[in-house]
């Protein structure tokens, strides 16, 4: 005979794990404490790797002054925009947006041409404008640039985004496809993780793939 003994209640092993603490407004991000300042970082994991990490920060928020970014992230931030920006559902979506309007601007990102001085105005730059050391066709119709930017601070209508808040560019024919199937991607050189407007802002693809990306680094 078989006999039935009283079932006893088992807490599950994860919820005797410390819950993790993330960025308000950003539970993708989070935050570890460190000697009185904090990790900030893509990875759930605990210890964080310092080298993996967006940065340490001396107050949450973090803000431009109390931010010092990790340059290794930087890196693999490009790498994988570099790898994966045209494959980008938005940044496809911009291409075919600029070719079907020969060249306006209706992208979150903004489209670059060439043929004028850049302007610089608040809230953005004109679209009328080029940008400094790109180069493109600057008649309607031959293609030209996308802007990859960041997503805190969406650009008016009709304009593009703060240098600060540009990843890079994507080079575009005039049937809104990428040249050289990949853009041939630019890093700008002049992103900044952390503005008045926020910190790191990509999009959900992207994100997904800097994330599979530093999960590859962690496991080496």
Not at 35 to 45: E, K, M, Q, V
Not at 54 to 68: A, E, F, H, Q, V
Not at 90 to 100: G, K, L, Y
């Amino acid at each position: 005979m078989w006999s039935v003994r009283p079932l006893r209640r088992q807490i599950p092993r994860w919820t005797q794990i410390r819950s993790l603490s993330t960025l308000e407004g950003h539970p993708h991000i989070y935050v570890f404490p460190n000697n009185g300042a904090h990790i900030l970082s893509l990875l759930p994991t605990e210890p964080p790797t310092p080298d993996l990490s967006i940065g340490l920060t001396s107050k949450l928020p973090p803000t431009p002054d109390s931010l010092r970014e990790n340059p290794k992230f930087l890196e693999t931030l490009q790498e994988v925009i570099s790898q994966h920006a045209h494959e980008d559902p938005d940044a496809i979506s911009q291409a075919q947006v600029m070719a079907s309007t020969s060249g306006a601007n209706l992208g979150s990102g903004g489209v670059l041409l060439t043929g004028s001085r850049s302007r610089r105005r608040r809230g953005g730059t004109d679209f009328s404008s080029g940008a400094s050391g790109q180069g493109g066709a600057g008649s309607a119709g031959r293609g030209g640039w996308i802007h990859i930017s960041d997503s805190r601070r969406p650009p008016e209508y009709g304009r593009i985004a703060w240098p600060e808040d540009i990843f890079g560019s994507l080079e575009v024919d005039g049937a809104g496809q990428f040249v050289g199937g990949n853009g041939n991607y630019q890093a700008s050189g002049t992103y900044r993780l952390v503005t008045r407007d926020g910190i790191l802002g990509l999009s959900p693809f992207l994100r997904a793939k800097l994330v599979k990306k530093l999960r590859e680094q962690e496991s080496q």
